[in-house]
């Protein structure tokens, strides 16, 4: 391996973990927390939802003991298997994701009673992240958490914006779409979230549990009835009659609070700080960009070409949420949308000389089964078209069959972190040289 290919290669791992490193609890969360209640004046209780559940109430706890002593603190964070931390005050529990379990089913429901037991007095510290909204399974009477999976599982391959799941997702609930305030009502509460949705609308991070809800059941059923194939009759009867979800100006929303901690575009400009001091000329195309993977990176990749045209050195970088769209609600192969984007990146650059990318999910899973080893992404380099040949593979074949994972795996460029217990979605880099990086650095590595 050539000495730039390995340096390339751990200069995009450096360009992701910088991402990463901004959107962590420990760095964002202590500078927006609260004072707690006095001694004696009622409690903090903390309701920590998402990927980030664990690390969000661990930072939390790490401050309020330092800062505030004697505080009381209690309760409980809810976060996908793999993602527990080590606590001293809040209870930490884990369930299903992407797609929901008996075991998030049973933590929402002790969520939910500990909200109903705070008084006047208490404090609740909401602390939200992405995955809460299949996280949390309380859905309304007519819906049993079986139905609740057949829909999650029809809605992700559906392939449409995380905003139109979400807003089925929340009038399907008991705690999504603002009824987590509505049980919290009537203690004071501040919602701290980190943000992983285009354009961060508080009303679909987690599904705006503590937020009023915009959104109608006309879009609710036009989402379901899209659906295909479609869902069963009796459930679609049952969402239809859900009960509307609290809307702006609801009383309940008076002595609730709200505010952003870490998003998408702190991590993409960490990102391209770090990517200018290393001499790219960064090429910001937002942290809001949605739709189909291969789409997304046929169009990255003519944006990289031209600049490889012009002799420009830069690091295009990008986040937001890709998609991925099963045809007839089935899935093949292995991987996830940013392993999937890499591929079709792979395809479309066609093995042009000094291009290279990395496509990963912040929280460090890509897809997948769920589990705690699967990958964050893949790498891409000038060469990876060739040695997938030379294996035996068939890069279009595989994407057609959406099957990514094994590509990269077999390749040996699958990027593996572990959970990195933050969420801010998707974090794309691609790096192009000009022609003369390419001429002055063309030794082997020493043997």
Same mark, same amino acid.
């Given at each position: 391996?050539?000495? =730039?290919?390995?340096?390339? /290669? ?5 360009? &992701?973990?910088?991402?990463? /490193?901004?959107?962590?609890? %420990?760095? !964002? ?13 009622? /409690? ?36 996908? &298997? ?18 929901? $379990? ?5 933590? #929402? ?34 819906? #049993? ?14 392939? =449409?914006?995380?905003? $139109?799941?979400? !807003? ?9 779409? +603002?009824?987590?305030? %509505? ?19 508080? #009303? ?31 459930? =679609? ?20 609070? &709200? ?19 290393? +001499? ?32 420009? =050195? ?5 986040? *937001? ?5 099963? %045809? ?25 000389? *000094? ?8 929280? *460090? ?34 994407? $057609?069959?959406?099957? #990514? ?12 972190? +572990?959970?990195? &217990? ?26």
């Amino acid at each position: 391996m050539k000495a =730039r290919d390995a340096e390339t /290669r751990a200069r995009l791992k450096r360009l &992701y973990d910088a991402a990463v /490193r901004d959107a962590l609890p %420990e760095t !964002c969360l202590p500078p927006h927390l609260p004072e707690p209640p006095k001694p004696g004046e009622g /409690r903090l209780v903390i309701f920590a939802i998402g990927k980030a559940a664990a690390a969000m109430a661990a930072a939390a706890e790490n401050y309020y003991d330092r800062e505030f002593p004697g505080t009381q603190i209690e309760g409980l964070a809810l976060t996908r &298997y793999g993602h527990a931390r080590p606590t001293r005050h809040v209870e930490v529990l884990e369930g299903g994701h992407p797609v929901p $379990d008996a075991a998030g089913e049973a933590a #929402s429901k002790r969520l939910l009673r500990m909200a109903e037991w705070l008084g006047p007095e208490d404090f609740a510290l909401v602390l939200l992240s992405g995955g809460a909204s299949a996280l949390t399974v309380q859905p309304v009477q007519g819906i #049993s958490l079986e139905d609740e999976i057949l829909l999650t599982r029809a809605l992700l391959a559906s392939g =449409r914006p995380i905003g $139109d799941i979400n !807003c089925v997702r929340k009038h399907i609930s008991r705690i999504k779409g +603002g009824r987590l305030v %509505e049980t919290i009502h009537p203690a004071r509460s501040l919602t701290l979230a980190i943000s992983d949705v285009a354009g961060d609308d508080p #009303s679909t991070i987690a599904s705006g549990p503590t937020v009023p809800d915009t959104t109608s059941k006309a879009r609710v059923m036009a989402v379901v009835d899209a659906l295909r194939p479609p869902v069963p009759d009796a459930l =679609r009867e049952a969402i239809a009659a859900a009960p509307e979800t609290p809307k702006p100006g609801a009383e309940i929303f008076t002595h609730a609070s &709200y505010k952003l901690v870490a998003s998408g575009t702190g991590s993409l400009g960490a990102a391209a700080a770090l990517a200018r001091a290393e +001499g790219y000329e960064p090429v910001a195309l937002g942290d809001a960009l949605e739709g189909e993977a291969r789409e997304l990176a046929q169009e990255h990749a003519l944006r990289a070409l031209q600049a490889r045209a012009e002799g420009r =050195r830069v690091a295009i970088i990008s986040g *937001g949420e890709a998609a991925v769209t099963f %045809e007839d609600g089935g899935k093949a192969g292995k991987g996830g949308p940013n392993q999937e984007y890499a591929l079709a990146l792979a395809i479309a650059l066609d093995g042009t000389p *000094g291009i290279s990318a990395l496509a990963g999910d912040t929280d *460090g899973i890509d897809g997948g089964s769920g589990a705690a080893d699967d990958p964050a992404g893949a790498i891409v380099m000038p060469d990876t078209l060739d040695r997938a040949r030379a294996l035996g593979l068939d890069p279009a074949k595989m994407l $057609d069959g959406h099957d #990514s994972g094994t590509f990269f795996g077999q390749l040996g460029d699958l990027v593996k972190t +572990g959970p990195s &217990y933050t969420n801010v979605n998707d974090f794309r880099v691609i790096l192009v040289e000009n022609t003369e990086t390419d001429r002055s650095d063309q030794v082997d590595s020493p043997p």
